[in-house]
Antibody, heavy 121, light 110 residues
Framework: QVQLVQSGAEVKRPGASVKVSCKASGYTFTDYYIHWVRQAPGQGLEWMGWIYPNSGGTNYAQNFQGRVTMTRDTSISTAYMELSRLTSDDTAVYYC??????????????WGQGALVTVSS | NFMLTQPHSVSESPGKTVTISCTRSSGSIASNYVQWYQQRPGSSPTTVIYEDDQRPSGVPDRFSGSIDSSSNSASLTISGLKTEDEADYYCQSYDSGNVVFGGGTKLTVL
C-alpha cells in the first residue's frame, strides 16, 4: 500500500533552517510528483511547490522562492523540503503529498502525516 | 493569478443536505478542474472530489461536485449529513501549473 512517512516534529530558532523528509513506499517513487503543502495553526492549506523525483526538477510557489529547496534521494525513495531564514510565521504543519494524474487532470491522492515545525526563540 | 473564495463556515443538521461554494476570482471556473479535500481535526487531507465531479473509490455517493459557469464557482454538496462529515473542506485548482487552494470551510453537523 502507498505510504508517505514524514520526519518528526522540529523546534527551530528564528533565522535557522529546517529540512523535512518524506519517505515513499508502495509505489515507484520516480513515477509521481511530490508536492509540499503547509498549514499554520488554525489556518488553511498553503501550497509550497513540487519536485519530480525522476529528474529532480522543481517548481516553487512565488511566496517561497529564494527560501525553499526541494530535493530527493531516489536510492531511498525520499523527498526533502528545506526552508531557510525561518520566522515565527513559518510555524506550521508541513505535508508532502503525491500527485496522481488521470488522463485529464491531477489531484493529491496520498498525503504524509505531517511534520510540525515550531519556530521560537 | 486568481483566488478561490469559500465561506468560512457552514452548519446543518444530521440527515440534511449542505452545499459549500468555491468562487474563482478571475478567469473561468471551467478552465481548470476543481478538487475538494476533506480534513478532519488532527488528520491529513483526503480527496472527496476530483475533476469537478468525480468521486475516488471509497468516498460515499452522498458527496457530489459541480461547477456553475454563471456564478464562476464550484460546489461540493453533501447529502444525508452524518456527524462524521464534520470537518474542514478545501477546494483546489490550478493556475498555470501552480496549485491554488481555497481558504477552507468548516462544516459543523449539529
Amino acid at each position: 500500500q502507498v505510504q508517505l512517512v514524514q520526519s518528526g516534529a522540529e523546534v527551530k530558532r528564528p533565522g535557522a533552517s529546517v529540512k523535512v523528509s518524506c519517505k515513499a513506499s508502495g509505489y515507484t517513487f520516480t513515477d509521481y510528483y511530490i508536492h509540499w503543502v503547509r498549514q499554520a495553526p488554525g489556518q488553511g492549506l498553503e501550497w509550497m511547490g513540487w519536485i519530480y523525483p525522476n529528474s529532480g526538477g522543481t517548481n516553487y510557489a512565488q511566496n517561497f522562492q529564494g527560501r525553499v529547496t526541494m530535493t530527493r534521494d531516489t536510492s531511498i525513495s525520499t523527498a526533502y523540503m528545506e526552508l531557510s531564514r525561518l520566522t515565527s510565521d513559518d510555524t506550521a504543519v508541513y505535508y508532502c503529498a503525491r500527485r496522481y494524474c488521470t488522463g485529464t487532470s491531477c489531484h493529491f491522492d496520498y498525503w504524509g502525516q505531517g511534520a510540525l515545525v515550531t519556530v521560537s526563540s | 493569478n486568481f483566488m478561490l473564495t469559500q465561506p468560512h463556515s457552514v452548519s446543518e443538521s444530521p440527515g440534511k443536505t449542505v452545499t459549500i461554494s468555491c468562487t474563482r476570482s478571475s478567469g473561468s471556473i471551467a478552465s481548470n478542474y476543481v478538487q475538494w479535500y476533506q480534513q478532519r481535526p488532527g488528520s491529513s487531507p483526503t480527496t472527496v472530489i476530483y475533476e469537478d465531479d468525480q468521486r475516488p473509490s471509497g468516498v460515499p455517493d452522498r458527496f457530489s461536485g459541480s461547477i456553475d459557469s454563471s456564478s464562476n464557482s464550484a460546489s461540493l454538496t453533501i447529502s444525508g449529513l452524518k456527524t462524521e462529515d464534520e470537518a474542514d473542506y478545501y477546494c483546489q485548482s490550478y493556475d498555470s501549473g501552480n496549485v491554488v487552494f481555497g481558504g477552507g470551510t468548516k462544516l459543523t453537523v449539529l
